[in-house]
């Protein structure tokens, strides 16, 4: 009996598809499998791992958390750039007096209140000295009264009553003082307390300030202070080098009861000359930085969000991107790929620090492009290389190459810091000055409306900025908030908090 071909043609053909989607079924459980493997290995890092994203280089100690173990994995394939070393100079602390050269020496303007313990003398002991000990004390501020007193008088002759004007009041119809309301606003702007648990605090000197009346109090400082944010505004925006970035934070929505609204605060920073804005949108669309950035001219850098695109081909503004952001992704791949990922950062970390010695010399402009244009280009064009060459052996969707994939997708927005002295290499500057805003969230969890957003926006702009400026921010706003009243309108940009 002849065996039948085409019954055998056809199951042979039928075990060839088998084979098939047996082997894309495989390759699609693989993936998911390192996938899942990827995902365990984050969840572990945030419950158990340090959240700073320090590479330790192949070959030094490695350190683990708790008992979680690690898989052996291959050497990377050492690269041939050439190595950035640098000594970094650091300041020698002053020496301290006394017999404990290690303590702490308390700030010289600090006030000094003299307590002289005497001990019993005859009258044939003679001074021939004395022993010293400081402490750091604290009396709690007070709460007290001031009580305007202004007499009247009358003209015999003419019968006119005199009386002197009343000094100029930051709220002249509210009881709160500018040393009080200035208080309050940094309490909840900066130290990030709930209205409620100050109000609790006051209950403690036995002052019941409602709840309401204070969030009123701080709601017209806030309104009074607005033409300084509006001048903070349009200095920032006059320069040519700004950061940007954005973050949420919920607002109570008045058409939906019991629900919140995801509101933004945009921020933008001018790093140079120490000065933060925050601007809130009700939305993270492209209408949000198109609006205020429809003047702006220079370089703009951001964390790489698709909304800024729009100003890739804009004549008057150059995009720039953030290295930081590329070097967390091949960070965060080194669970899926090793041995590709620590080549990467091995390239990043010489080019952070080569930073990090600029940082340290304090050179110019000039100075900081050259070393960048002879130290950094050769480590970011064997980076450029090296990711060209391994975008081809490296699954599209897996971390690593989703991390080549991203930096080279904005190679030429990340390489243009090397071209200008006063350009960062990444957007770190503004990252800092949002971290705060996270502490604010998890306290106070929501904004009222999204004006109350809007007025919060206007205090972390000039706090953030006094911040960024060395200036104690209470000091500075109840300056301000005393001067503002008599303050000319057209000289505003006096009272901004810029250190002279």
Known sequence: MEPDYQTIYEENLKLKADNKQQKEQIESQRFEMENLKLQLAQLRKMIYGSRQEKFVPQGAPAQLSLDLSTEDTPPPVNTSVQKISYERITAQPAPTNGNHPGRYKLPEHLERRIIEITPEVTASMVKIGEEITEELELEPGRLYVNRYVRP???????????????????????????????????????????????????????????????????????????????????????????????????????????????????VYQNSIEGLVLFDYQPTRSRAAPREILKDFKGHLQTDGYGVYDLYKDNEEITLMHCMAHARRMFYEAQFNDAPRSQ?????????????????????????????????????????????????????????????????????????????????????????????????????????????????????????????????????????TLLALPSHPINRVDELLPLAK
């Open 152 to 266: 009247k008088y009358i003209d015999k002759q003419s019968e006119q009553i005199t009386i002197a004007p009343m000094v100029d009041r930051p709220l002249p119809k509210a009881i709160v003082g500018p040393g009080l309301l200035a208080q309050m606003m940094i309490d909840k702007y900066v130290d990030h307390l709930p209205i409620y648990r100050i109000c609790e605090r006051f209950k403690r000197e036995q002052v019941n300030i409602p709840y309401n009346t204070m969030v009123d109090w701080i709601g017209q400082g806030i309104r009074l202070i607005e033409p300084l944010y509006g001048a903070l505004k349009r200095k920032i925006l006059s320069s040519d080098y700004i950061h940007a970035d954005e973050t949420g934070i919920k607002v109570m929505d008045k058409d939906r009861k019991g629900s919140t609204h995801q509101g933004w605060f945009w």
């Open 343 to 479: 080549q990467a950062l091995d390239l990043f970390q010489q080019l952070y620090a080569l930073e990090r010695q600029i940082k340290d010399q304090q050179w110019d402009e000039e100075q900081i492009r050259l070393e960048r244009q002879l130290k950094a280009t050769p480590v970011l064009e064997q980076l450029h290389t090296w990711m060209t060459k391994n975008v081809l052996e490296v699954l599209p969707k897996s971390p690593i190459g989703k991390a080549i994939a991203y930096t080279l997708g904005r190679w030429k927005e990340l390489t243009i810091y090397i071209t200008d002295g006063k350009l960062n290499i990444d957007n770190n500057p503004v990252e800092n000055s949002i971290r705060p805003i996270a502490i604010g969230r998890k306290n106070y969890l929501f904004a009222g409306s999204h004006e109350a957003a809007s007025r919060s926006a206007m205090l972390y702009s000039l706090l953030g900025t006094c911040k960024l400026q060395g200036i104690n921010p209470l000091d500075w706003l109840k300056s």
